[in-house]
């Protein structure tokens, strides 16, 4: 049961009346209604690990459906859970899943296997142990662990090496994660795919390769996790609010004059998800915008961080639970409201607004000059595969690292990204510091292109 916007994969298998959920999210509707459907009971909750880019569901779905929670060996928790033993079976109508310790990614991460009602081995469901064409990355539980980052990549290679590639080629691998997550590197946009074509293609198999070279290159090129991981590991050790009631709160309608009371006496962050063309066009002064339909959950994550942040909503009319829930699935419960109407009752209402100057690539073709000061959203590895002659790389992940570099610009610069969504969230974040004498290049890096401007790699 897949979700886009998280990359990630929980996983829900019957066999004859009896159900076991993997990694399910924070809203638990889906699963419940499921068995319910099947006619089935869901009699076991299996967690692959204390996941650190979004809030699980096992809480609250254990309490509905009274199923125990699953964790491997070394796991603690809060809450009541069974700890598996390495090798510990548990029984699902007529199929069986082992639990086996995998640690490297974190002490107590365990790949699920699936055997078939006749023994055999089916699928693993590997967690961010393994992922299509990279491993889960070791340098998350370094804290927790009081290891390094090397010390758990080699705990990894032992895992991979004695428990997930003894395996044979026709089992299928069911990960947690997909191209677009920050828990590994080199994902596949695929979902699902056999051992014996990872055993081909992923590097970190290699049959002849070293504990020193998996090292080497499992921890090359690793960027920061984003601040909000340890907040989301915590909540799945420890807890959290009940989903409907972060719903309740979180969607309830304000008019624009309780909406802007709220937000000037507790400094709630005012988060517009309307499209980026929309925002352009108008918005609330000092709002950020990061837009529904991109990368939005794991974007809040990064840009804003602290999961205890209050925050009041400018969204499209109807999508207000789709947004509160959205963010709960990244541990930020404490949405104080939305802005009734959206911002159209704003605008209606007289409030003062704010817009973002957004060119065609071809207008910005006409300003450029030498001396024309560009900044570039993308990642590194997108920006060195090409760029603007002279643009300087300030990725939107560290935005906020770079804020005295704007600063200091005098004059009008430009900020452009590959295809116009993450300029705007940049643009927003700046203008929210009092930083104004930008302009955005509305398409991005893919607009810039076709027009014919100068670029180098």
Same mark, same amino acid.
């Given at each position: ?30 699963? !419940?209604?499921? #068995?319910? %459907?099947? &006619? *089935?009971? $869901?009699? +076991?909750?299996?967690?692959? @690990?204390?996941?650190? =880019?979004?809030?699980?569901?096992? !809480?609250?779905? #254990?309490? %509905?459906? &009274? *199923?125990? $929670?699953? +964790?491997?060996?070394?796991? @603690?928790?809060?809450? =009541? ?377």
């Amino acid at each position: 049961m897949y979700t886009g916007c998280l990359a990630q994969g929980a996983y829900y298998i019957e066999s004859n009346g009896e159900v076991a959920i993997i990694d399910p999210l924070r809203e638990i509707k889906p699963y !419940i209604e499921k #068995s319910q %459907e099947d &006619n *089935a009971e $869901i009699k +076991y909750i299996f967690e692959t @690990h204390f996941h650190a =880019d979004f809030v699980s569901g096992h !809480i609250t779905l #254990s309490k %509905e459906s &009274n *199923a125990p $929670i699953v +964790y491997g060996p070394q796991a @603690h928790t809060s809450f =009541d859970a069974i700890i598996a033993e390495d090798g510990q079976e548990f029984k699902i109508g007529d199929v069986t899943i082992v639990a086996l310790h995998t640690p490297g990614h974190t002490l107590e991460s365990t790949t699920y296997l699936l055997k078939d009602p006749q023994g055999k081995d089916h699928a693993i469901f590997s967690g961010d142990t393994l992922f299509l064409g990279d491993v889960g990355r070791p340098d998350l539980a370094q804290k927790a662990a009081n290891m390094t980052q090397e010390q758990l990549a080699e705990m990894l290679y032992d895992s991979l090496r004695t428990k997930i590639m003894p395996l044979a080629d026709d089992v299928i691998v069911y990960p947690a994660h997909g191209a677009g997550s920050a828990c590994g590197k080199n994902m596949s946009k695929e979902t699902v795919g056999t051992l014996g074509a990872q055993k081909e293609t992923n590097y970190a198999l290699r049959s002849d390769m070293t504990k020193e070279e998996f090292v080497k290159e499992v921890t090359d090129g690793l960027l920061p996790p984003p601040s909000y991981f340890p907040l989301n590991v915590k909540m799945n050790k420890e807890g959290y609010d009940d989903i409907q009631e972060v719903l309740n709160r979180g969607t309830q309608e304000l008019d624009p004059d309780t909406f802007e009371q709220i937000a000037n006496d507790t400094g709630a962050v005012i988060l517009d998800v309307r499209h980026q063309n929309d925002y352009v066009k108008g918005h609330i002064p000092r709002s950020i915008f990061i837009g529904l339909d991109g990368g939005f959950a794991p974007w809040v994550g990064a840009l804003i961080g602290d999961v205890k942040q209050s925050i009041l909503l400018v969204t499209p009319e109807g999508r207000e639970e789709e947004t509160v829930t959205r963010l709960s699935r990244v541990g930020f419960d404490h949405t104080l409201g939305c802005l009734k109407g959206g911002f159209d009752t704003w605008k209606q209402a007289g409030k003062e607004i704010d817009q973002l100057e957004s060119i065609s690539a071809e207008t910005f073709k006409n300003r450029l000059t030498e001396n024309t000061a560009v900044y570039d959203v993308r990642k590194e590895s997108e920006f060195s595969s090409g760029h603007i002659e002279g643009a300087h790389n300030t990725p939107l992940s560290m935005i906020n690292n770079h804020l005295s570099e704007f600063s200091k610009e005098d004059t009008t610069f430009f900020v452009h990204c590959a295809g116009g969504y993450r300029s705007v969230i940049a643009a927003s974040i700046l203008k929210s510091r009092g930083i104004h004498n930008l302009v955005d290049i509305a398409g991005g890096f893919k607009s810039i292109q076709e027009v014919d401007i100068k670029t180098t790699k």
